[in-house]
Every structure is written in structure tokens, then in C-alpha cells.
């Protein structure tokens, strides 16, 4: 059991930087987008609301989510330690809170991860509400 604390550190920040970097990328096109639309052009409120919330609903999953993995990595590190400890393996005071420590970060990133992600959804949200208003003064609504 204890060779898997390794992997579950590693499997754990993985997860966290890949939906950290699908976050970003949905950012990056969505401004892209925002800059480039023209509500006043779309015919549809349902088209326009739906061509600018398209990818959100990841950014803010990413955001509700990045914690609970971060918990898991917590306790799955938890876990190894005191299996470790458990199983006779000689282990000074050092080893238990290096191992323990360990785990702990892995809360500490997935907080780091869904702060900026939640921040970042309510922005995009907001300049959504933006451009459907900018539609609905040019279509009289």
C-alpha cells in the first residue's frame, strides 16, 4: 500500500492541472468570443444566449468539483500513511508528517484550482447578461 501514495499524489495533481488547463482554454475562447460578437446580429435571444454559454457549465463544474478531488487526494493520502503505519513499517514522527503534509496539499490545489474557476464563471456570466441585454434594447425586449 505504500508504493501507491506516489500515484495518488501524482493522479491527484494531474487531474487538477488537466481541468485546470481546460478551464483556461474555455476562457481564452470565451473572451475570444465575447470580443468578436455581435448581439445586435442575431435574429434569436435563445441562439445568442446559447452561442455565448457555450463551454460554462464545464468552467463552473470544474470550479464545484476541483475541491472534492483535492479532499479525495487528502484522504487517500490519509489513508496510505496510516496503512503504512499500520502494517509494522518502521516509521519515525518525520515520515508520518511528511506523509501526512502531502495530503494536505493535495486539498490546498484543488481549492487553488476551483477559486480562480468560480471567479472566472461569474465574470463570464456576467458579460453573457451583458450581450443579451446589448440584444434585447436593439430588438426592443
Do not use: W
Not at 28 to 38: D, N, W
Not at 53 to 59: E, K, V
Not at 118 to 135: M, P, Y
Amino acid at each position: 500500500m505504500q508504493n501507491i501514495g506516489p500515484f495518488v499524489e501524482y493522479a491527484v495533481f494531474g487531474v487538477l492541472i488537466v481541468l485546470s488547463i481546460i478551464a483556461l482554454a474555455i476562457t481564452i475562447g470565451r473572451l475570444r468570443f465575447y470580443k468578436s460578437v455581435q448581439p445586435t446580429r442575431y435574429t434569436s435571444r435563445a441562439r445568442l444566449e446559447t452561442d455565448l454559454t457555450h463551454g460554462l457549465n464545464i468552467i463552473g463544474s470544474i470550479g464545484a468539483n476541483a475541491p472534492y478531488i483535492g479532499l479525495l487526494g487528502t484522504v487517500l493520502g490519509i489513508m496510505v500513511t496510516f496503512q503504512t503505519l499500520g502494517s509494522g513499517a518502521n516509521m519515525d514522527v518525520k515520515s508520518i508528517m511528511v506523509g501526512l503534509s502531502l495530503a494536505l496539499k493535495a486539498t490546498a490545489a484543488g481549492i487553488a484550482v476551483a477559486i480562480p474557476c468560480v471567479a472566472i464563471n461569474n465574470i463570464l456570466r456576467r458579460k453573457v447578461r451583458e450581450h443579451i441585454a446589448t440584444f434585447d434594447e436593439a430588438h426592443g425586449h
